[in-house]
């Protein structure tokens, strides 16, 4: 299984990023359970969650970068 793209995060709507990034935090979390209760058996998952977590919250800030420069007036001097 190869780690998730960065072009899959860019594709989603502002909502469906935010319903992304807390199931990733849940699956995060429930990954934790596993390997705390010695059930887990793919350890390789958190190295996968914790990307995507990344990736996601990183298109998050680009778009919230994005907006606050375009809201943003520029600098006129008088």
Same mark, same amino acid.
């Given at each position: 299984?190869?780690? %998730?793209?960065? +072009?899959?995060?860019?594709? &989603?709507?502002? !909502?469906?990023?935010?319903?992304?990034? &807390? +199931? +990733?935090?849940?699956?995060?979390? /429930?990954?934790?359970? !596993?390997? +705390?209760?010695? !059930?887990?058996?793919?350890?390789?998952?958190?190295?996968?969650?914790?990307?995507?977590?990344?990736? &996601? &919250?990183?298109?998050?800030?680009?778009? !919230?970068?994005?907006?606050?420069?375009?809201?943003?007036? %520029?600098?006129?001097? /008088?």
């Amino acid at each position: 299984m190869s780690l %998730p793209k960065i +072009a899959e995060a860019r594709s &989603l709507s502002n !909502q469906d990023l935010a319903e992304e990034i &807390l +199931a +990733a935090k849940k699956k995060l979390f /429930e990954l934790r359970f !596993q390997q +705390a209760t010695r !059930q887990l058996e793919k350890t390789h998952e958190f190295k996968h969650t914790r990307h995507r977590i990344a990736q &996601l &919250l990183t298109v998050e800030q680009e778009r !919230q970068l994005g907006k606050n420069n375009s809201e943003s007036t %520029p600098f006129k001097e /008088e």
